[in-house]
């Protein structure tokens, strides 16, 4: 890419549908965030784990306003100060929404299982990647090019199996609100809406990811016939 224009044009639907998930993330976090809920999204989390069986995951606050995650590693559900302690449909969607994280991590879910072992493959193509590319046009090295491809597609894979990982701990997420009570069916359209335009982001990542991953092709992926 290297400040190619065209580069910006296949990627563009990307770009416009990630500015519109943001929107749509802050607009619906900002109206589920003023309807309150029995529990905290930390109190709602730990319910969530417990009734699972999950007793060993801690949940602790982090820094930040939209930061959080479960890790794996340390079995820990790391949650927003805001989302940690208010008592909101939002706080809560998104807490129950990482803590379905864990109950994947906790069951074995097979998706999680294989982004996990993706992560350091993933890690190296982003790093690596462009690197490669850069070095392949000042050597004109085709076998660079190419392997700059091939290591992006790492970051690729990735995204495409990081998508059912987030879809499903949402679905379960939501399953388990309703089963425990936690939120009615009339509340649940708020906890739909903030979890549906949280996936919007990362449904645009994986869009951009690919279009980036075509464009090298398009752009290097002929220089061994130049």
Known sequence: MFFDPMYFVF???????????QWRIHATYAQAQQVPAPLSGAAAARHILDSAGLHDVAIEPTPGHLTDHYDPRDRVLRLSEAVYHQRSLAAVGIAAHEAGHALQHGYGYVPLVVRNAAVPVASFGSNASFVLLLLGLLFSLPALL?????????????QLVNLPVEFNASDRAKAE????????????????????????TY????????????????????????
Do not use: H, K
């Not at 190419?146 to 990735?158: K, L, P, T």
């Not at 645009?204 to 130049?226: K, M, N, V």
């Open 11 to 21: 990627i563009a639907p990307a770009i416009l549908l990630a500015l519109w998930a």
């Open 146 to 158: 190419w392997a700059g491809i091939i290591a992006f597609s790492g970051v690729v894979f990735f």
């Open 177 to 200: 609100l309703a089963a425990l009570g936690i939120v009615s069916p009339q509340e649940m359209v708020y906890v739909d809406r903030v979890l549906g335009a949280a996936a919007l």
């Open 203 to 226: 449904v645009a990542a994986t869009l951009q990811g690919i279009l980036t991953l075509l464009y090298l092709i398009a752009r290097f992926g002929g220089s061994s016939r130049d």
